[in-house]
């Protein structure tokens, strides 16, 4: 890590916290207002953030007692002056109250990042899992 | 556009032709020697040219004597001074040798480019589909 990319390893860092304390505005406000994401699941894009917010709730809400630890893998990250780009591994752990390790999932992400006013924020998200030819069931690391 | 996005849309163009034309080799000089394609099908990550040289030569050679064309839609861009970041849906139609439309597909598409030596290449490539939460399937816009 360069000292320049210090801004962009703490908005993985605040991905995880807000995940794992399922707190909605936190992890919107690392978003840019005009957010277009290609999400795992489901649906084609969701633009802007109030469509992610929807998401967002959503997924924090149906977690009921259980909490989800993220950590990121094979981390590459390409700086630039007003957009950077980082692409990983990122798996979501599945924890119960008790702390006891649940369901786990890996997805492949890339990150697009946005500096506006001297803060970067996600711009464009994508998220997915390859899909198998045969069956075109998703391939999902577990 | 704008002037300086140019050279973006010139890649965009380039695949095109290069997909239509099957030709391995100018297809693959759109890509980094170092690039990291997160593809739809098959295989978790691409990591560096060889790896997905190997992709792209048997996917020309499985077409035997059918085309594909290629077009972009809902392209976005975000113009950087060394990265830049492209998203859109992007339609892969069969065409026979007698200009008849077969199969179709759609994917969704990030590119990461980088400028070298004032060229942009692209370093990283994201393709997929949405996966329906149910029966973990590609919902594949055809």
């Known amino acids: 890590m360069t000292a320049s990319e210090k801004p962009i ?5 605040a991905y995880k916290a807000a995940v794992f304390a399922k707190d909605v505005e936190a992890f919107i406000a690392l978003y840019d207002q005009d957010v277009c994401v290609f999400d795992l699941w489901g649906k084609w894009s969701y633009e802007g953030i109030n469509a992610w917010r929807g998401m967002v709730a959503g997924w924090f809400g149906s977690l009921g007692t259980e909490r989800v630890v993220v950590t990121f893998q094979d981390v590459q990250t390409f700086m630039g002056d007003i957009i ?14 008790e702390g006891q390790a649940l369901r786990a999932m890996q997805n492949r ?3 697009a990042l946005g500096r506006k006013n001297g803060t970067w924020k ?3 998200e994508h998220t997915s899992a390859p899909v198998d030819l045969e069956t075109t069931k998703a391939i999902l690391k577990r």
Chains 1, 2 share one sequence.
């Open 84 to 97: 950077t780009v980082a692409h990983a591994s990122i798996t979501y752990q599945s924890i119960s109250a």
């Open 9 to 13: 390893i703490q908005v993985f860092d």
């Open 122 to 124: 996600i711009v464009h």
């Open 109 to 111: 992400l890339t990150w």
